[in-house]
């Protein structure tokens, strides 16, 4: 594949200047920005897609190598749609703004000076989580063959008390203690 010289020169330079007119605080600027972005972007589909070859039309006397890649030609089709509908937009913005304002030039205004002095630290959001974020306690969960030394302690579950090592074993997976005499409601029959 051959590269062009002058082609990539041109790419670079709209590149350069729709990011110089994104940078700016005018509309009409931006919209003239994008617009070089999105050109810069089709050269840059085209230059990838290699030689000029035959019309991707099979034949069996034509090698497949000598076929042009239609690839690019979609995607530089998709990326003028898709520009032309921002562009669209952009324009409803500007002439929005223009009936309003009668300026085209965005302004600082107070709210943007606000939020730009806040820390990034939010205490409720940025807060340190609890190891345990659940509202239920969590009992020592022993494997089903073992349990827990508890010197005698007793835990709270409903309106019965047991001993830790019973609500251990019936916290642990696969666990025996529960039973049988109990319907679906959670009642017993």
Do not use: H
Not at 49 to 67: K, M, N, R, T, V
Not at 122 to 132: G, I, K, L, Q, T
């Amino acid at each position: 594949m051959s590269v062009n010289l002058t082609l990539l020169i041109v790419m670079g330079v709209l590149y350069a200047c729709g990011i110089y007119l994104i940078l700016e605080r005018s509309l009409t600027r931006v919209l003239l920005g994008l617009m070089l972005l999105a050109n810069a972007t089709n050269l840059l589909i085209l230059a990838t897609g290699g030689y000029a070859g035959l019309a991707p039309l099979f034949d069996q006397d034509i090698p497949s190598e000598d076929y042009n890649d239609p690839l690019p030609q979609a995607l530089i089709l998709t990326s003028i749609v898709i520009s032309f509908a921002v562009t669209a937009f952009m324009l409803g913005i500007i002439y929005r703004t223009w009936t309003l304002g009668r300026q085209d030039e965005i302004q600082d205004d107070v709210e943007d000076r606000r939020v730009a002095r806040t820390p990034s630290f939010d205490a409720e959001d940025d807060a340190d989580v609890p190891m345990e974020t659940s509202e239920f306690p969590l009992t020592a969960v022993a494997s089903p063959g073992t349990a827990a030394e508890s010197d005698g302690e007793t835990v709270t579950a409903g309106a019965k008390e047991l001993s830790a090592d019973t609500a251990a074993l019936e916290e642990s997976p696969g666990s025996r203690n529960v039973s049988r005499n109990i319907n679906l409601e959670g009642g017993e029959r």
